[in-house]
T-cell receptor, first 116, second 115 residues
């Protein structure tokens, strides 16, 4: 069965520190997608990135970067030079070909607190 | 120009009541969903609809009945509300196109409190 594990429940950093949020997944499918979503204190869920199982290239978008490693079934998310506005709960999620990519399985989330 | 909009945002109601949450998307997507986030922030799918047809029903009590009048709308009706139904309910939509990974976009959530 598919599963997403975010072992870090809460991380606290001071502004400008770099922080990495870990995500480990389990799936029997060879074709799947991995996602990160951000849930700020206001409560909405914001899509950040999608990565398919055949593309292990790392991705950078501004201060955000993602490291996908199939060998360790991990899809980690790094924020460089964190800012107070990065404070949120971050969710890693998985969807599989066997469900027609119609079902997102979420991890339990990591709460990031960035203090000034 | 909210892409996925749901109403109401906040709802406080008594046990035993019946309530509905409405959802509309203007993204032209074929697939819509309801997800539930419990008090521990755990997110889980409840239903998915593709072009008004129920695709996923994830062992949700039959007190919860989704209704899709057209592919841009997916409403959630809940009968005989119980304390345990208190949660945040997220509506979402996606293209339904597996080639693009079928990225799911969420509404802002509806905070339901049953007292």
């Amino acid at each position: 069965a598919q599963k997403v594990t975010q072992a870090q429940t809460e991380i606290s950093v001071v502004e400008k520190e770099d922080v990495t949020l870990d995500c480990v997944y389990e799936t029997r499918d060879t074709t799947y997608y991995l996602f990160w979503y951000k849930q700020p204190p206001s409560g909405e869920l914001v899509f950040l990135i999608r990565r398919n199982s055949f593309d292990e290239q790392n991705e950078i978008s501004g201060r955000y970067s993602w490291n996908f490693q199939k060998s360790t079934s991990s899809f980690n998310f790094t924020i460089t030079a964190s800012q107070v506005v990065d404070s949120a709960v971050y969710f890693c999620a998985l969807s599989e070909a066997s469900t027609g990519f119609q079902k997102l399985v979420f991890g339990t989330g990591t709460r990031l607190l960035v203090s000034p | 120009d909210t892409a996925v909009s749901q109403t109401p945002k906040y709802l406080v109601t008594q046990m035993g009541n019946d309530k509905s949450i409405k959802c509309e998307q203007n993204l032209g997507h074929d697939t819509m969903y309801w997800y539930k986030q419990d008090s521990k922030k755990f997110l889980k799918i409840m239903f998915s609809y593709n072009n008004k047809e129920l695709i996923i029903n994830e062992t949700v009590p039959n007190r919860f009945s989704p209704k899709s009048p057209d592919k841009a709308h997916l409403n959630l009706h809940i009968n005989s509300l119980e304390l345990g139904d208190s949660a945040v309910y997220f509506c979402a939509s996606s293209p339904g196109d597996s080639a693009s990974g079928n990225t799911i976009y969420f509404g802002e959530g509806s905070w339901l409190t049953v007292v």
